[in-house]
């Protein structure tokens, strides 16, 4: 009985990875019909939003309230990394391959464990140190800077692949303080808010109303909410209350894989190689750095149990 509970849990998790993966499919039309990456950011935003709030409204009205100081971290959430690293990611996409988007993006662990030091004083390890190592070798690989030293995507295009990584992982480090406080739908629902008011302010999404009498916007818009947004959250999110975070970022590294394999299957998209040998080495890099975690968390509460039971025997 706990083997099939078990496989279930890690069905959910993958699932939930896989709808991410299927981003691709549902964003290609949008692009078709004119609108550009800043646009597909607000459509992503807003329909979420819309979508949250609905089933919030219906079956967790409780879980709406909040203090109104932790607010600064929802916004800075919702601006800093869901807005940017999706326009980041989008914008790869949109100038080059969904492959490229996704190996670049999924740099993002590697930031957390940056920016963790920094701000939270995790420490650096060795492992980390490795996995930093070949997630440069493996996005040289997926570029062209390697093996022939071609350098064939524009170092803008580029930059933008590495920022997508380092949004992504500013949202670890902008929600970290408020998870004890709320649940992961309860953080996700208001940091979609404020995605969504700044997209409103700052694209040209309301001017282009127009374009959504066509029924394909409406379906990509809404699958890419409901599919690709709130159905993975919600799937992932189910597999992470039963699994360490570790093995669940670790399940999770199946997303760039479904995207690559959207990409050569239905976006016409082609990879040579070693860009397939780079795109495995971030997806690596990205198991070492959760694996280590998993290590170091085990570590922490074996230690806590020992001084314990020291403690334990003390009293006696």
């Known amino acids: 009985m706990e083997k099939r509970t078990s496989l279930r849990v890690y069905i959910i998790t993958i699932a939930g990875a896989v709808c991410w993966g299927l981003i691709g499919l549902f964003i290609t039309p949008l692009y078709a019909r004119g609108f550009t990456a800043w646009d597909v950011v607000a459509i992503r935003g807003i329909f979420t939003f819309v979508i949250l709030i609905l089933i919030m409204t219906a079956f967790y009205r409780e879980q709406l309230r909040t203090r109104l100081k932790d607010h600064i971290f929802f916004a800075c959430a919702g601006i800093f990394s869901i807005a940017l690293f999706n326009f ?3 914008e790869v996409f949109s ?38 190592a070949l997630a440069i070798t493996g996005c040289a690989f997926v570029v062209g800077l390697l093996p022939l030293g ?17 949004c992504y992982a500013l949202y670890s480090i902008f929600s970290k303080p ?9 953080i996700t629902t208001y940091t979609f808010l404020y995605t969504s008011i700044f997209m409103l302010l700052t694209s040209d999404i309301l001017k282009k109303t127009d374009k959504f009498q066509y029924v394909d916007v409406w379906m990509s818009a809404v699958l890419l909410a409901l599919v690709a947004t709130v159905a993975a959250f919600v799937l992932y999110t189910s597999g992470l209350k039963h699994l360490e975070a570790s093995k669940a970022s670790i399940l999770a ?64």
């Open 88 to 90: 980041f990611y989008f």
């Open 150 to 166: 071609q350098e064939g995507i524009h170092m803008k295009t580029l930059l933008m692949g590495i920022l997508s990584g380092f």
């Open 253 to 316: 590294t199946i997303e760039p894989i479904i995207a690559v394999v959207t990409g050569v299957l239905f976006l016409g998209e082609h990879l040579r190689g070693w860009q397939v040998l780079g795109i495995a080495l971030v997806l690596y890099s990205a198991i070492l750095v959760a694996d280590g975690r998993s290590k170091a968390k085990k570590s922490e509460r074996r230690k806590a149990q020992d001084d314990a039971t020291r403690a334990g025997k003390k009293c006696i």
């Open 95 to 132: 100038q080059s391959s969904l492959s490229l988007a996704v190996t670049l993006l999924y740099t993002g662990p590697l930031f957390v464990t940056i920016l963790s030091r920094l701000f939270f004083k995790e420490p650096l390890t060795i492992r980390k140190g490795w996995a930093l």
């Open 178 to 186: 408020v998870t004890k406080r709320y649940s992961a739908l309860t």
